[in-house]
């Protein structure tokens, strides 16, 4: 299993930036897919950005050109950029891989956006 550990959170204004960090155990990280998910109080986990071992990047429509997923092999991290945050993206983000069939996540970060 994947260990992975998240940081970054933390309180900041409507309008503000995060960068989220997801820094994953093991030699053979280049190759895993990666993605972050959030979960809001009383709602379910929903995905918000996923990015490939080739790099390629997706987004869920409402944080799309907000939000930008990117990983640094070399560090065995990726991250999640926020940007024009709103209150709506208030939530626990987590990270989470998924390798030979086998799903990890991480113990999530909070984030809270609020004036």
């Known amino acids: 299993q994947v260990q992975l550990a998240e940081s970054g959170g933390g309180l900041v204004q409507p309008g503000g930036s995060l960068r989220l960090s997801c820094a994953a155990s093991?030699?053979?990280?280049?190759?895993?897919?990666m993605a972050w998910y959030r979960q809001a109080p009383g709602n379910e986990r929903e995905l918000v950005a996923a990015?490939?071992?080739?790099?390629?990047?997706s987004y869920t429509d409402s944080v799309k050109g907000r939000f930008t997923i990117s990983r640094d092999n070399a560090l065995n991290t990726v991250y999640l950029q926020m940007s024009s945050l709103k209150p709506e993206d208030t939530a626990v983000y987590y990270c989470?891989?998924?390798?030979?069939?086998?799903?990890?996540w991480g113990q999530g970060t909070q984030d809270t956006v609020s004036s």
């Open positions: 989470k891989t998924v390798r030979s069939g086998q799903e990890s």
């Open positions: 093991g030699s053979f990280f280049a190759s895993l897919p």
């Open positions: 990015i490939t071992g080739g790099g390629r990047a």
